[in-house]
C-alpha cells in the first residue's frame, strides 16, 4: 500500500509539472490535483488587484545583493525588475590608475568563485597585448587552476541552488568537496578565495612538492561525491517537480540574449569558448561539451553537473602531461629578476626597481581575449596607450548578461519557483556589480 | 551519446553547428601586433555599405572596423540577419575615452559569429567637440542582451543609445549626480568632497526606494505606510 502511494506521489510530481499544450509554464501544487481548479478563469472572483513584492537586496536566496521587484497576480509573476549596483566598486575605473600586475588581485574579487579562472584570463589577456607567449609548464599549470576553479564555481551553485530548492545533504557533500579544492590552492598560491595566482608571464609560483599528489587524490575520490549527488538529486521528486520546465529559453532566445556558458548550453546552443575558440591548448584534451535539449532549470543542472565530470577528465589528463620547465617566461620586460640575484647583483636591482616601480610597458593596442568561465564568456578588454597603466580595463561579465534576461524567465511562474529560476542563472554579485 | 568531431556530446537537436566541416580551431600562437588576416566580413560589409564604413584594422589577430556613427544600428542588423554573416551573438557594448583629450570617445561592440567562428569589433567615433551629441543607436532591436549593456554604458559614460527601451543608470542609483565615472575628466575618488558624500548617504532612505514606476504598475502607493507616504510625496524620493 506504501509503495502504491509512493509511487503515485511521484507520478504527481511530475506529470504537473512542465508545460502545457500552447507552451505556457503549468503547476499545480504536489497532491493538490483535482481539488483546485487549473483554469483561473473558472474562478473570476479571485482575480483581485496585483500586489508588489520585494526581494532583497538582503535575502539568502538571491545570492548576494540582487534586488528583485515582482509584480504578483495571486502567487504568479507578472513583472519583474531587477536591481543590481549595491556592491559596485568600480574595479574598472580603479583598473585604469594600477599598473597590469596590480590589477591581478582585484580580477580575484570580481567573480569570487572562480579567482583563479580570472587570474588566468587576465593573464592572458594582458599576455597577449604585451606579445608574450608563456611556457609549456605554466600552460598546463593554467588549465589545472582554470579545471579546479570551474570546480568550485559549480560545486557552490549545486550546494547553494540544493539549499535554495530544500535539500540540505548534497550541500554539505559539495562543500566538503569545494574544501578539499581550497586547500590545493592555498597550498599552490597561500589564499584560498582571493589567489591572485597569476602574472603577467607566469604564475605566482610553481606548485609546490607533493602537490600533484594530492591533486590525483582528488581525482579519485571525487566523482564518488558526483555519484552521490546524482543518486540524491537527478530522479529525486521533488527535486524535478521544483526544476523542470522553469525559465525556459528557446535556443534562438539564449543567442538572442547573450547567455552564455550553461545557460547557453543548456538551451541546446553547442557554444563552448574551450571548444570553438581555444586558448591553453585546449583542443589538445579529450573532453566532452554537454548539450542540454529543454532549456530549462532541470537541463542547466544537468549541463553543470556533467561539466564537473569534464573537469576532472581535463585534469587527469593535465596532469599526466605536466612537463618539467620554467613555470614564468624569459623576458625580462615582465619578470622580477630572482630575489636572491636582486639583492646582490646592481644590475638585477635597478631591474627590480624600475619593474616594480614603472610597470612594464605593453606596446599600443587593444585587444580582447574570451575564456570559458564557469558562468560562461568572460573576457577581458584592454586599451593601451602604451603607458604602464591600461586606458581601458572592461570585464565581460557573464552573470550580468545572463542575469539580464531574468524578467524573461521567471514572467508567468509561481513566486517560489522565482527562486529556483535565479539560482539557476549561477550569479555572482560582485562580478555582476564590480 | 553521440559525438561529432569536436567532442560536443550533442544530443537531440542543436541550433547551431559551429564552424565549417573540416575547420578545427586551435589556440592561437605568435600573433602579429598589427596585420594579420582580416575578417572577410569588412569586404562584405564595404560592398553593402560603401562609405559608412571607416577604416579596418587587424590588431593582435582581432579585426576591428570603424562604422559611421549614426548608421550603426544598421550596420549590425545587417550583420546579425545576412546569412552569409551570420553574427548571432552580442558580446559586449562598451566605450573607451583616450587620455588624449582631442581624440574622439570611441563605442565599441564586440559581435561574434558562432557559427562562422568569426569575432569582429565594430567601433563608432563621437568626436568631443561639443557639437557631436554623445549618442549612437541602440542595437537592442538586434540583440536583447544589449540591453544590460548599453545601459552599463550609458550609466559609465553617458552616452545616449537612441531606441533603448529603458534607458536609465544601472549600477549607480537612479538620484546619482556626481556624473559618470568612467569618463577621463571624473576622478577617481568621486567629485563631491568625503564629508558631501557622507552627508548623502545619511540623508539617504534606502526604504523608498521604489521609483515612481515600480509604484504605478501596482498602484501600491495607497498600500505603503502612512510615513512613507508622507515622505514620497514630500518629494523625497530617495535620499535627496
Same mark, same amino acid.
Given at each position: *500500500?506504501?509503495?502504491?502511494?509512493?509511487?503515485?506521489?511521484? @507520478?504527481?510530481?511530475?506529470?504537473?509539472?512542465?508545460?502545457?499544450?500552447?507552451?505556457?509554464?503549468?503547476?499545480?501544487?504536489?497532491?493538490?490535483?483535482?481539488?483546485?481548479?487549473?483554469?483561473?478563469?473558472?474562478?473570476?472572483?479571485?482575480?483581485?488587484?496585483?500586489?508588489?513584492?520585494?526581494?532583497?537586496?538582503?535575502?539568502?536566496?538571491?545570492?548576494?545583493?540582487?534586488?528583485? !521587484?515582482?509584480?504578483?497576480?495571486?502567487?504568479?509573476?507578472?513583472?519583474?525588475?531587477?536591481?543590481?549596483?549595491?556592491?559596485?566598486?568600480?574595479?574598472?575605473?580603479?583598473?585604469?590608475?594600477? /599598473?597590469?600586475?596590480?590589477?591581478?588581485? =582585484?580580477?580575484?574579487?570580481?567573480?569570487?568563485?572562480?579567482?583563479?579562472?580570472?587570474? !588566468?584570463?587576465?593573464?592572458?589577456?594582458?599576455?597577449?597585448?604585451?606579445?608574450?607567449?608563456?611556457?609549456? #609548464?605554466?600552460?598546463?599549470?593554467?588549465?589545472?587552476?582554470?579545471?579546479? %576553479?570551474?570546480?568550485? %564555481?559549480?560545486?557552490?551553485?549545486? &550546494?547553494?541552488?540544493?539549499?535554495?530548492?530544500?535539500?540540505?545533504?548534497?550541500?554539505?557533500?559539495?562543500?566538503?568537496? #569545494?574544501?578539499?579544492?581550497?586547500?590545493?590552492?592555498?597550498?599552490?598560491?597561500?589564499?584560498?578565495?582571493?589567489?591572485?595566482?597569476?602574472?603577467?608571464?607566469?604564475?605566482?609560483?610553481?606548485?609546490?612538492?607533493?602537490?600533484?599528489? /594530492?591533486?590525483?587524490?582528488?581525482?579519485?575520490?571525487?566523482?564518488?561525491?558526483?555519484?552521490?549527488?546524482?543518486?540524491?538529486?537527478?530522479?529525486?521528486?521533488?527535486?524535478?517537480?521544483?526544476?523542470?520546465?522553469?525559465?525556459? *529559453?528557446?535556443?534562438? @532566445?539564449?543567442?538572442?540574449?547573450?547567455?552564455?556558458?550553461?545557460?547557453?548550453?543548456?538551451?541546446?546552443?553547442?557554444?563552448?569558448?574551450?571548444?570553438?575558440?581555444?586558448?591553453?591548448?585546449?583542443?589538445?584534451?579529450?573532453?566532452?561539451?554537454?548539450?542540454?535539449?529543454?532549456?530549462?532549470?532541470?537541463?542547466?543542472?544537468?549541463?553543470? /553537473?556533467?561539466?564537473?565530470?569534464?573537469?576532472?577528465?581535463?585534469?587527469?589528463?593535465?596532469?599526466?602531461?605536466?612537463?618539467?620547465?620554467?613555470?614564468?617566461?624569459?623576458? $625580462?620586460?615582465?619578470?622580477?629578476?630572482?630575489?636572491?640575484?636582486?639583492?646582490?647583483?646592481?644590475? %638585477?636591482?635597478?631591474?627590480?626597481?624600475?619593474?616594480?616601480?614603472?610597470?612594464?610597458?605593453?606596446?599600443?593596442?587593444?585587444?580582447?581575449?574570451?575564456?570559458?568561465?564557469?558562468?560562461?564568456?568572460?573576457?577581458?578588454?584592454?586599451?593601451?596607450?602604451?603607458?604602464?597603466?591600461?586606458?581601458?580595463?572592461?570585464?565581460?561579465?557573464?552573470?550580468?548578461?545572463?542575469?539580464?534576461?531574468? $524578467?524573461?524567465?521567471?514572467?508567468?511562474?509561481?513566486?517560489?519557483?522565482?527562486?529556483?529560476?535565479?539560482?539557476?542563472?549561477?550569479?555572482?554579485?560582485?562580478?555582476?556589480?564590480? | 551519446?553521440?559525438?561529432?568531431?569536436?567532442?560536443?556530446?550533442? $544530443?537531440?537537436?542543436?541550433? !547551431? *553547428?559551429?564552424?565549417?566541416?573540416?575547420?578545427?580551431?586551435?589556440?592561437?600562437?605568435?600573433?602579429?601586433?598589427?596585420?594579420?588576416?582580416?575578417?572577410?566580413?569588412?569586404?562584405?560589409? +564595404?560592398?553593402?555599405?560603401?562609405?559608412?564604413?571607416?577604416?579596418?584594422?587587424?590588431?593582435?589577430?582581432?579585426?576591428?572596423?570603424?562604422?559611421?556613427?549614426?548608421?550603426?544600428?544598421?550596420?549590425?542588423? =545587417?550583420?546579425?540577419?545576412?546569412?552569409?554573416?551570420?553574427?548571432?551573438?552580442?558580446?559586449?557594448?562598451?566605450?573607451?575615452?583616450?587620455?588624449?583629450?582631442? +581624440?574622439?570617445?570611441?563605442?565599441? =561592440?564586440?559581435?561574434?559569429?558562432?557559427?562562422?567562428?568569426?569575432?569582429?569589433?565594430?567601433?563608432? @567615433?563621437?568626436?568631443?567637440?561639443?557639437?557631436?551629441?554623445?549618442?549612437?543607436?541602440? !542595437?537592442?532591436?538586434?540583440?536583447?542582451?544589449?540591453?544590460?549593456?548599453?545601459?552599463?554604458?550609458?550609466?559609465?559614460?553617458?552616452? &545616449?543609445?537612441?531606441?533603448?527601451?529603458?534607458? #536609465? +543608470?544601472?549600477?549607480? =542609483?537612479?538620484?546619482?549626480?556626481?556624473?559618470?565615472?568612467?569618463?577621463?575628466?571624473?576622478?577617481? #575618488?568621486?567629485?563631491?568632497?568625503?564629508?558631501?558624500?557622507?552627508?548623502?548617504?545619511?540623508?539617504?532612505?534606502?526604504?523608498?526606494?521604489?521609483?515612481?514606476?515600480?509604484?504605478?504598475?501596482?498602484?501600491?502607493?495607497?498600500?505603503?505606510?502612512?510615513?512613507?507616504?508622507?515622505?514620497?510625496? &514630500?518629494?523625497?524620493?530617495?535620499? @535627496?
Amino acid at each position: *500500500m506504501a509503495t502504491a502511494t509512493d509511487k503515485r506521489t511521484i @507520478e504527481v510530481a511530475l506529470s504537473t509539472t512542465g508545460l502545457s499544450a500552447d507552451g505556457k509554464p503549468q503547476r499545480i501544487p504536489l497532491g493538490a490535483e483535482g481539488l483546485i481548479s487549473a483554469n483561473p478563469a473558472m474562478e473570476p472572483e479571485l482575480e483581485g488587484e496585483h500586489m508588489l513584492i520585494n526581494i532583497g537586496p538582503q535575502h539568502p536566496a538571491t545570492h548576494g545583493v540582487l534586488r528583485l !521587484v515582482l509584480e504578483l497576480d495571486g502567487e504568479t509573476v507578472v513583472r519583474c525588475i531587477p536591481h543590481v549596483g549595491y556592491l559596485h566598486c568600480g574595479f574598472e575605473k580603479i583598473g585604469e590608475y594600477r /599598473q597590469y600586475n596590480q590589477i591581478i588581485p =582585484w580580477t580575484d574579487r570580481e567573480d569570487y568563485l572562480n579567482s583563479m579562472g580570472n587570474n !588566468v584570463a587576465y593573464a592572458l589577456g594582458a599576455e597577449r597585448l604585451f606579445g608574450i607567449e608563456i611556457t609549456e #609548464r605554466c600552460t598546463v599549470l593554467r588549465v589545472i587552476a582554470m579545471e579546479l %576553479s570551474r570546480i568550485i %564555481s559549480h560545486l557552490v551553485w549545486l &550546494g547553494t541552488t540544493c539549499i535554495d530548492i530544500g535539500a540540505f545533504t548534497p550541500f554539505l557533500w559539495s562543500f566538503q568537496e #569545494r574544501e578539499n579544492v581550497y586547500n590545493l590552492l592555498e597550498r599552490w598560491t597561500g589564499a584560498r578565495l582571493t589567489t591572485s595566482g597569476t602574472r603577467v608571464g607566469g604564475m605566482i609560483a610553481d606548485v609546490p612538492a607533493g602537490w600533484t599528489d /594530492q591533486l590525483r587524490h582528488f581525482i579519485d575520490t571525487f566523482p564518488k561525491t558526483l555519484d552521490e549527488c546524482e543518486r540524491m538529486l537527478n530522479k529525486n521528486a521533488i527535486w524535478v517537480g521544483r526544476t523542470v520546465g522553469l525559465g525556459v *529559453m528557446t535556443p534562438e @532566445e539564449a543567442l538572442n540574449y547573450g547567455l552564455s556558458g550553461p545557460m547557453l548550453r543548456a538551451s541546446g546552443v553547442a557554444y563552448d569558448v574551450r571548444k570553438d575558440f581555444p586558448y591553453l591548448d585546449y583542443e589538445t584534451y579529450d573532453f566532452d561539451v554537454p548539450v542540454g535539449t529543454n532549456g530549462d532549470v532541470y537541463d542547466r543542472f544537468l549541463v553543470r /553537473q556533467e561539466e564537473l565530470r569534464q573537469s576532472v577528465r581535463i585534469l587527469d589528463q593535465a596532469l599526466k602531461r605536466l612537463p618539467e620547465g620554467p613555470v614564468d617566461v624569459d623576458d $625580462p620586460r615582465v619578470i622580477l629578476p630572482p630575489k636572491h640575484k636582486a639583492t646582490s647583483e646592481m644590475e %638585477s636591482m635597478i631591474h627590480h626597481f624600475k619593474l616594480v616601480m614603472e610597470g612594464p610597458r605593453p606596446p599600443i593596442g587593444e585587444v580582447y581575449v574570451p575564456i570559458e568561465s564557469p558562468k560562461g564568456e568572460k573576457g577581458y578588454y584592454f586599451v593601451s596607450d602604451g603607458t604602464a597603466k591600461p586606458v581601458r580595463w572592461r570585464i565581460r561579465p557573464p552573470s550580468f548578461v545572463n542575469l539580464s534576461a531574468i $524578467p524573461k524567465m521567471v514572467e508567468g511562474h509561481l513566486l517560489s519557483d522565482v527562486i529556483a529560476i535565479n539560482a539557476s542563472i549561477d550569479i555572482v554579485m560582485g562580478e555582476i556589480d564590480r | 551519446m553521440s559525438k561529432d568531431k569536436l567532442g560536443y556530446a550533442a $544530443p537531440a537537436f542543436q541550433i !547551431v *553547428m559551429p564552424g565549417q566541416p573540416g575547420d578545427t580551431p586551435a589556440t592561437p600562437k605568435h600573433i602579429a601586433h598589427r596585420g594579420g588576416t582580416m575578417n572577410p566580413s569588412v569586404d562584405a560589409l +564595404r560592398a553593402q555599405f560603401g562609405s559608412v564604413i571607416g577604416r579596418a584594422e587587424v590588431m593582435w589577430g582581432d579585426t576591428t572596423v570603424f562604422v559611421e556613427r549614426t548608421k550603426v544600428g544598421t550596420v549590425c542588423a =545587417w550583420l546579425q540577419s545576412e546569412a552569409s554573416q551570420s553574427y548571432e551573438y552580442l558580446v559586449d557594448v562598451t566605450a573607451v575615452e583616450h587620455r588624449d583629450a582631442m +581624440r574622439p570617445i570611441e563605442v565599441v =561592440w564586440h559581435i561574434r559569429s558562432i557559427k562562422f567562428r568569426r569575432f569582429l569589433r565594430i567601433k563608432a @567615433e563621437i568626436a568631443k567637440d561639443g557639437k557631436t551629441p554623445l549618442a549612437v543607436p541602440s !542595437v537592442w532591436g538586434v540583440w536583447k542582451g544589449a540591453d544590460w549593456l548599453e545601459r552599463e554604458c550609458f550609466d559609465m559614460f553617458g552616452i &545616449g543609445f537612441e531606441g533603448h527601451p529603458d534607458l #536609465r +543608470r544601472i549600477l549607480m =542609483w537612479e538620484q546619482y549626480k556626481e556624473g559618470f565615472p568612467l569618463r577621463k575628466d571624473f576622478p577617481m #575618488r568621486g567629485r563631491f568632497s568625503r564629508s558631501e558624500q557622507l552627508k548623502q548617504a545619511l540623508a539617504a532612505n534606502p526604504e523608498a526606494r521604489y521609483s515612481m514606476e515600480e509604484l504605478s504598475i501596482a498602484d501600491a502607493f495607497e498600500d505603503l505606510p502612512t510615513d512613507m507616504r508622507h515622505r514620497l510625496t &514630500g518629494g523625497e524620493k530617495t535620499g @535627496e
